[in-house]
C-alpha cells in the first residue's frame, strides 16, 4: 500500500516578507558585497528604533558571536567563571567556553521558565563563600519569547554588582512592562539564524546603552584594526561583522516584524483554544506585564511516553515538532560544569514538546497538527 506524503509542516521556517530582494539588489547593483554597507547602517537604524529605550545595535555574523563579544567586552576571561541559564540552546553557553572562563548552570523557575532568581543568588553566594570569587557575568535568556523575571534577576545583579547579558535571541518583539527584550540588562543580544522569528538566513546583533561600546564591538569585529594606513594590531580581533547583502534581508524582515509576532501569538491562541478542556495538555501562559513574541508554542504532555507518542504521531504525517531544550547540566559537553538544580528544566524536557510556530502557517495546517495531536492521545 502506498502512502501519501503530505507536504511537510516546519517548526519555523523563513518567512520572507517581500522588501527584502530589493535591498538585496541595491547592495549587487551598487557593489556593496561587504561586511559593512548602507544595508548594514539602515539595518542597525531600524533594529534601534524598533527596541527604543536608548540602545545601540552592532549587526554581526550570528547571535553566538554577539554572545562572544558582550563577554568580552565585560572583560570575560580565563579562571572567570560565568553564571547561565540551563534551559537554553548551547549557543548561549558556549562563548563563555571560548574565553577560557567556567560556565555555572543555573535552573529556572515555573512561572516563565527561566532563570530562577533564588538559585541564582544561591550560585553567586556559593562561588563567593566557597571559592573567594564572584562570577564576571551572568547569562539570563528569554527563552521561547517569554520574558524572564527581570525585575528579579537586576535586583540580584545590581545587589552582587555583577553585570547581566540578556540573551534575545528568541525574544525579538518581545515586552517586559512596555520595554523591549535586548534593552533590560547590561547588554543584550538577537540572533536572525533561519528559524528565528525573523532572519537574514544568519546573523544577529550586540545590544548596548553605550555608544563608545558600539563601537568597540564593532572594532573587535572586525580584526580590532587600529587607526594607521598599515594593518596593525594591539588586540586580538574577530572575523564577526554582518555582511551588507545578508543586512538588505534584514531591513526587509524589519519591515514586517509586528505582523510576524501577531502570526505568532495567533498560532499560539489557536493551539490553546483548541486544547482548552484537554487536560493532558498545559501551556504557558503570560505573567501580568508578561508579553511573549511566542516564538514557538510550547506544551507540556502529562510524561515523557505522552510526549513521544505525540511526537511520533506528528513526525508519521511529515509534521515537525521538538522536545524542548535540553537543560545545559545534562548536556555531555558541561557534565563537570557546576550546576544549581530544582528539577524544574530537566521536568520541562521530559515532557515538553514545540509544536510548528511559523509565521506562514495557514489554517488548514493547524487543523492538520491540532487533529493529530488529538488522535494521538486518544
Ligand atoms: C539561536 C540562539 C542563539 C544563537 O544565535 P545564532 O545566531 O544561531 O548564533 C543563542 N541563544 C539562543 C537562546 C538561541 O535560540
Redesign the pocket.
Known amino acids: 500500500m502506498k502512502t501519501i506524503v503530505e507536504d511537510k509542516i516546519w517548526l519555523s521556517s523563513p518567512h520572507m516578507g517581500g522588501t527584502e530582494h530589493k535591498y538585496v539588489s541595491q547592495a549587487f547593483d551598487t557593489n556593496w558585497i561587504a561586511p559593512l554597507g548602507p544595508n548594514v547602517t539602515a539595518f542597525e537604524q531600524s533594529i534601534e528604533q524598533t527596541i527604543g529605550n536608548s540602545t545601540y545595535a552592532a549587526c554581526l555574523s550570528?547571535?553566538?558571536?554577539?554572545?562572544h563579544l558582550a563577554l568580552k567586552l565585560l572583560g570575560v576571561g580565563p579562571r572567570d567563571s560565568v553564571l547561565c541559564q540551563s534551559f537554553?540552546?548551547s549557543?548561549?553557553a558556549n562563548p563563555i567556553c571560548y574565553l577560557g572562563a567556567e560556565p555555572i548552570f543555573v535552573d529556572s523557575e515555573k512561572e516563565t521558565w527561566n532563570l530562577c532568581p533564588d538559585l541564582l543568588e544561591e550560585g553567586i553566594k556559593d562561588s563567593i563563600n566557597k571559592k573567594g570569587i564572584k562570577p564576571k557575568a551572568i547569562i539570563a535568556?528569554h527563552?521561547y519569547g517569554m520574558p524572564y523575571k527581570v525585575d528579579e534577576i537586576n535586583q540580584i545583579a545590581e545587589k552582587y554588582n555583577i553585570s547581566v547579558v540578556e540573551?534575545s535571541?528568541?525574544a525579538l518583539g518581545s515586552k517586559y512592562h512596555g520595554t523591549s527584550c535586548g534593552s533590560l540588562g547590561t547588554m543584550g543580544?538577537l540572533?536572525?539564524?533561519g528559524?528565528?522569528i525573523i532572519t537574514t538566513s544568519?546573523?544577529?546583533a550586540l545590544l548596548t546603552k553605550e555608544e563608545n561600546l558600539k563601537e568597540k564591538a564593532i572594532f573587535l569585529a572586525t580584526q580590532a584594526r587600529d587607526q594607521a594606513p598599515h594593518y596593525q594590531h594591539s588586540e586580538i580581533g574577530h572575523n564577526y561583522r554582518m555582511s551588507n547583502v545578508l543586512a538588505g534581508i534584514g531591513r526587509g524582515q524589519m519591515e514586517v516584524l509586528k505582523e510576524r509576532v501577531r502570526a505568532r501569538r495567533l498560532n499560539y491562541e489557536y493551539y490553546q483554544k483548541f486544547f482548552k478542556d484537554n487536560d493532558a495538555i498545559e501551556f504557558l501562559d503570560e505573567p501580568n506585564g508578561f508579553y511573549s513574541n511566542r516564538w514557538l508554542t510550547c506544551i507540556l504532555l502529562p510524561n515523557f511516553e505522552l510526549r513521544e507518542q505525540v511526537r511520533k504521531a506528528l513526525e508519521r504525517i511529515n509534521i515537525e515538532s521538538r522536545p524542548l531544550w535540553k537543560p545545559m547540566h545534562l548536556q555531555p559537553v558541561f557534565a563537570d560544569a557546576p550546576c544549581f538544580l530544582n528539577g524544574v528544566s530537566q521536568d520541562l524536557f521530559t515532557r515538553g514538546l514545540c509544536l510548528p510556530s511559523g509565521s506562514n502557517l495557514v489554517v488548514e495546517d493547524l487543523e492538520r497538527i491540532t487533529t493529530t495531536i488529538n488522535e494521538s492521545l486518544l
Open positions: 550570528s547571535g553566538t558571536a554577539a554572545i537554553t540552546f549557543a548561549s535568556v527563552l540573551d535571541a528568541e543580544i540572533s536572525f539564524n528559524n528565528k544568519g546573523g544577529g
